[in-house]
């Protein structure tokens, strides 16, 4: 079975400084990976998502992620952040033959003026 | 465009009672559905998930359940809650066509606290 870990819990930086946030997955065979945000009180949204092709995925609000399926790593990358990208990010991961997201433990991005 | 909601938003019930959460899709056509709880400060627990009216998995033994009486609504009940039922619930579909290992979207979530 597939397995995602989040290195990090939470995540402090300052307004206008980038950002990375680290999603590792453990899987034998193909994988389709996602990142998720989660606003206070709200659902999770779609950010972006890796099925197959490019390795660096493009989603929105600014953000992408670099799959490297060498150090079966998934981050997510932000050069400039806001006080508005406050919220929590999880990273999913399921494989090709039809499983079930699995959900990492989510980072707690806080942006501080 | 697809939406899905959720109702109610938030809820306070006390121990012992029963509950009822619903969730339902517009804009689709036979979605695979799925009911997650966070708990505070914690990560998304699968609760139970569905491929078809009628059709329930579940992934965590507990006193939940979840029924699927339409093709677009989907139901989580309890008879009666415990205090470890606490938390915010989610529903999320994805489109059948494309099997269970693709994205999921999710509804806005119903905060439950059992007191």
């Known amino acids: 079975a597939q397995s995602v870990t989040q290195l990090d819990s939470q995540v402090p930086v300052f307004e206008e400084a980038p950002v990375e946030l680290r999603c590792n997955y453990s899987?034998?065979?193909?994988?389709?990976l996602f990142w998720y945000v989660q606003y206070p009180n709200q659902g999770l949204q779609l950010l972006l998502k890796?099925?197959?092709?490019?390795?660096l995925v493009k989603g929105i609000n600014g953000f992408e992620a670099e799959f490297n399926k060498s150090q079966t790593s998934f981050h997510l990358r932000k050069p400039s952040v806001h006080i508005s990208d406050t919220a929590e990010y999880f990273c999913?991961?399921?494989?090709?033959?039809?499983?079930?997201?699995?959900f990492g433990e989510g980072t707690q991005l806080t942006v501080n003026p | 465009s697809q939406t899905i909601h959720q109702w109610p938003a938030t809820l306070v019930q006390p121990v012992g009672s029963p509950l009822s959460l619903e969730c339902t899709v517009e804009?689709?056509?036979?979605?695979?559905l799925y009911w997650y709880r966070q708990a505070a400060g914690r990560g998304l627990q699968l609760l139970f998930y569905?491929?078809?009216?009628?059709?329930i998995s579940s992934e965590v033994p507990q006193n939940l359940s979840a029924s699927r009486p339409q093709d677009r609504q989907f139901i989580l009940s309890s008879k009666k809650l415990l205090l470890s039922d606490s938390g915010f619930y989610l529903c999320?579909?994805?489109?059948?066509?494309?099997?269970?290992?693709?994205?999921?979207?999710f509804g806005p979530g119903t905060r439950l606290t059992v007191t």
């Open positions: 999320a579909w994805s489109p059948l066509r494309a099997g269970l290992a693709y994205e999921q979207y």
């Open positions: 899987s034998s065979v193909s994988v389709y």
């Open positions: 890796y099925l197959s092709g490019s390795t």
């Open positions: 999913a991961v399921s494989v090709a033959s039809g499983s079930r997201l699995t």
């Open positions: 804009g689709t056509s036979n979605p695979n």
């Open positions: 569905s491929v078809g009216i009628g059709q």
